[in-house]
């Protein structure tokens, strides 16, 4: 009987949110530990609470609002196609973008500035989503990547508000994952009024997850719908005439465990090319410090972006601990290792690099970026390596043979060109939801 009882409430979608409610109202004061951890190693963490527990209403405008989620700064990236057609075609809309992490943040304002809104997305609780919901009170709501959080989804339905999952992706892991509170699960995505999915693999396994087959489109990836400014090729190339006529290898959005394994690689790439520079940039602004110091202690020498000294040709090591700079610095570079993948913290974007033509390097753990990553592999655009010793022999290997760089990159960049499109597709389904209302 215990046994019934206890799957009769877990198949039943409104008890199983309702559980899910409790058990985060009553992770609150670990919540608050987190935030206060990870204010202790980034102070902006600190900060702006009152919009995390939707203490504060979000920002309202006289217009119709257009409200656009981007977890942190990856997503808002991906966005920025959609942002700026949005706001070309809507300029009797207001565009309101929320994000959850600082760097997330941060980037919002250095990309708009004023031009449009943006806060935190409060905390899945009730209290706090409903009055950011009423607040705001957005025509349509656009949600980048798959984030599901039951109260949101459940909130917005009950408020009329058309949700857009844009961009979404569902791995097989993921969607097991998600398979282990099915009633929950499925009643989230059908409460959705647009599914845009990245694949149809991704659309498949929505699909069978429980989401109406009718709304879920393959549109494709709008991580694809790079652009950069025309300018930067220009600047990276006054830049790097600054540096004088040396090899440059670039390893960006390092994680904890990888900055020891690329200084160790760039020694033996050193024996080979000794006028290396190689530019570090560490994933998030918190461990800036820690990697000017690794590389100090580890015997090179080395120059802090922030400080904005001359690279001369002693500097060994330049460690970029400004925000907003990656694509310039990509720029510079002849070879670009893409970070967060040689850990099992699931790889970043390697785009950026691909897009300026450079060949890219990826460690194996890939899993957040799988499918452009294998797309990128399959097409010699990019190559898998696994230690310190494949890193620095694929590195030594590139800087020896010019073409094969040089091949990498047009086979990279010929891969994104065939791969646009997404941001229009998209846009033709989202107008529906926002010229109805």
């Known amino acids: 009987m215990l046994s019934f009882l206890l799957d009769f409430r877990l198949a039943n979608e409104t008890a199983l949110r309702h559980l899910y409610s409790v058990i985060f109202t009553l992770a609150i004061p670990f919540i608050l530990l987190r935030l206060l951890w990870r204010g202790s190693r980034a102070p902006a963490y600190f900060k702006r609470w009152d919009e995390r527990f939707g203490i504060k209403p979000a920002p309202s405008s006289h217009k119709p609002v257009i409200w656009i989620h981007a977890v942190s700064m990856g997503e808002v990236e991906a966005a920025r196609p959609l942002v700026d057609s949005l706001q070309t075609q809507y300029p009797q809309h207001q565009i309101l973008i929320t994000t959850m992490t600082p760097t997330g943040s941060a980037r919002v304002l250095s990309l708009y500035g004023n031009t449009l809104l943006h806060c935190y997305l409060p905390y899945d609780l009730p209290f ?43 791995s097989a892991r993921s969607a097991a994952g998600y398979q282990r509170v099915a009633a929950l699960s499925q009643t989230m995505l059908q409460q959705l009024s647009l599914i ?26 709008l991580k694809f719908e790079i652009s950069l400014p025309a300018s930067l ?13 040396r090899p440059v290898f670039i390893a960006a959005s390092t994680h904890e465990g990888e900055d020891e394994i690329i200084l160790n690689a760039s020694r033996r790439i050193r024996a080979e090319f000794p006028d290396l520079l190689l530019i570090l940039v560490p994933r998030h602004p918190e ?8 590389s100090q202690r580890s015997g090179f020498k080395i120059l802090r ?9 002693e500097i060994q090591v330049l460690v970029v601990d400004t925000m907003g700079e990656l694509p310039l610095f990509y720029g510079t570079a002849d070879i670009a290792f893409v970070g967060g993948s040689l850990v ?13 033509g450079r060949p890219v390097i990826i460690g194996p753990h890939y899993f957040n970026f799988n499918e452009i990553s294998r797309q990128f592999l399959a097409a010699n655009a990019a190559i898998e390596i696994s230690n310190s010793e494949s890193l620095a022999d694929t590195v030594i290997e590139l800087f020896k043979s010019p073409q094969k760089r040089a091949d990498m990159g047009q086979a990279g960049q010929q891969l994104i060109h065939q791969s646009q499109g997404a941001g229009q597709r998209l846009l033709n389904l989202i107008k529906r939801h926002i010229d109805v209302r």
């Not at 706090?128 to 656009?142: C, E």
């Not at 972006?305 to 040709?313: A, D, L, V």
């Open 128 to 170: 706090a989503v409903t009055r950011f919901l009423r607040s705001a009170n957005p025509v349509v709501g656009i949600i980048m990547e798959t984030e599901l959080w039951p109260n949101l989804i459940h909130y917005a339905s009950q408020q009329s508000v058309p949700l857009v999952l844009a961009n979404a992706r569902l």
């Open 305 to 313: 972006r922030s400080e904005q000294g001359m690279c001369t040709r």
């Open 287 to 294: 461990r800036f410090d820690k990697v000017a110091a690794l």
């Open 196 to 221: 845009a999915a990245q694949s149809q693999d991704d659309r498949k396994r929505l699909i069978a997850l429980g989401a109406d087959k009718d709304k879920v489109h393959a549109v494709g990836n």
């Open 233 to 245: 090729s220009e600047e990276a190339e006054a830049l790097r005439t600054l540096w004088g006529n």
């Open 344 to 356: 099992p913290r699931g790889g970043h974007n390697l785009l950026e690099p691909a897009a300026l």
